[in-house]
């Protein structure tokens, strides 16, 4: 894969955020991994530096894809798609790649759960050259689950009503990474997320190519196809989609930003103004108004070290709270910069490179109604407006605090849960319940060798 690296980069004390690069090629045919990469990168920068010229792009070759596919785990989220569309997803899912489908399906009066679990046990059968292609799969509304969740630490993720996990995405998705967290490590050292109602599965396979493009731009060149490649800071890769087509008056029309996309993005690049200081704000209007272009990517990966560091935000307001957590955490000082040269971040969170995708594959997916837009919209601006990083300052250059402009623009928005670190769990509880609980309960994996699962 070639991509272009990127022009600009802006830092907020140990969060650097890079702005929006693209798929050059899908495959930049076979470059060599003896003269990859990372040092090609480094002499780009340096170049760019000296003679202030455009830093080109890098191509990464098929090996060091491979070698990042076979440390990769893909969470799948789903709720009442068809098992082909989940089928045309998991097609796109490299085969190197642990799949790990948490679904919140209905199972009754048809348990569609079930007919998921037989699907995905076909596919990786059939896709496993004689053997199966390694899978993991829960239910979220699962007993079994929220009790080894309660039992290692977290019992905040539990509905009050039921005592089962809560609805909503963002819950799937902490159930998810609580998986491979506890019987997964050391072998996936990276996980991202894919929708489940994507239906082209030819993008699917490029945001998985585009993640791992990622996570090897941030490594060092010498360990790119180690067991344990070295990790040069905590990376997270954000999807910028091609295009989000629809059909508008019979045609065809391929917008470049979804609907609920737009707001996030607006909102999340006044925070970043204004939290840049006045001087700033005026001197650096223009960039820093494009900044974030994923606030709400759904399609997103980052490294297991940043997974179980981050507090997660619940349903749809997931993506857009990894902004406002990452400046909570690390904006202990801001300044905007070229430079990739990472200051030292606090005791807790090594520093953090934020790395947007655009991709070239359209985006299919079902269609949302009017009410969904408006619900993920205003999850978006919730999860800004009440979790404010402390720095941001009491006005803007309206003399409005960016809180007073939301307030004034929508009204007060619904606050989301937010949830402790998933490093908190207790694994070996976690784990220990889960397998203990595997035949009572819903979850279910194939081809997973036992030394991975029993840690």
């Excluded at 998986?179 to 072998?187: E, F, N, R, S």
């Excluded at 629809?246 to 609920?260: C, F, T």
Aim: proline share 7%; net charge neutral; hydrophobic share 40%.
């Amino acid at each position: 894969m070639l991509l272009s690296i990127p022009q600009t980069s802006h830092r907020f004390g140990g969060l650097l955020i890079e702005e929006e690069t693209k798929v050059v090629e899908l495959d930049a045919g076979m470059v060599d991994s003896s003269v990859f990469a990372l040092g090609q990168r480094k002499k780009h920068e340096q170049l760019a530096e000296e003679e202030r010229q455009p830093r080109g792009s890098i191509g990464i070759p098929p090996a060091v894809l491979e070698a990042m596919f076979g440390q990769m785990a893909i969470i799948v989220p789903c709720k009442d798609e068809s098992t082909e569309t989940i089928e045309g997803v998991l097609s796109g899912i490299p085969h190197s790649c642990l799949v790990v489908l948490v679904s919140n399906s209905s199972r009754f009066p048809q348990d569609r759960y079930a007919q998921e679990v037989e699907m995905l046990t076909d596919f990786c059968r059939f896709a496993g050259y004689g053997r199966s292609r390694p899978f993991m799969a829960i239910h979220q509304k699962d007993p079994e689950a929220a009790g080894a969740l309660a039992a290692a630490g977290m019992p905040e993720i539990l509905d009050g009503s039921d005592g089962l996990v809560r609805n909503g995405k963002g819950e799937g998705m902490i159930l998810g990474v609580a998986l491979v967290a506890a019987l997964c490590q050391p072998q996936r050292r990276f996980v991202g997320f894919v929708d489940a109602d994507n239906q082209v599965p030819g993008a699917v396979n490029e945001y998985c190519k585009a993640y791992a493009a990622g996570f090897a731009m941030n490594i060092n060149s010498a360990s790119c196809t180690a067991a344990v490649p070295t990790v040069a800071t905590n990376t997270m890769v954000r999807i910028v989609w091609g295009s989000k087509p629809k059909v508008k008056n019979g045609q065809i029309v391929y917008d470049r930003d979804g609907r609920s996309s737009r707001v996030a993005n607006k909102w999340l690049n006044y925070l970043l103004a204004d939290i840049s200081g006045p001087d700033q704000r005026v001197a650096s209007a223009a960039s820093l108004t494009n900044i974030v272009v994923t606030g709400n990517a759904g399609e997103h990966a980052m490294d297991m070290d940043l997974a179980l560091k981050l507090r997660l935000a619940s349903g749809y307001a997931i993506e857009p709270f990894h902004f406002v957590d990452l400046l909570h955490q690390l904006a202990t000082s801001t300044t905007t910069t070229t430079s990739t040269t990472a200051p030292p971040a606090g005791p807790k969170f090594k520093p953090v490179k934020i790395l947007q995708i655009r991709t070239r594959n359209p985006h299919f997916h079902r269609p949302s109604d009017e009410s969904h837009i408006q619900k993920m919209r205003r999850a978006a601006l919730g999860a800004i407006y009440h979790y404010l990083p402390l720095r941001t300052p009491p006005g803007g250059p309206d003399g409005l605090s960016l809180g007073d402009r939301i307030r004034a623009c929508i009204g007060i928005p619904p606050a989301p849960l937010v949830y402790p670190p998933i490093e908190r769990l207790d694994m070996a509880v976690f784990r220990a319940r889960i397998m203990a609980d595997r035949k009572a309960g819903s979850f279910a994996s194939f081809g997973v060798p036992e030394k991975v699962v029993q840690g």
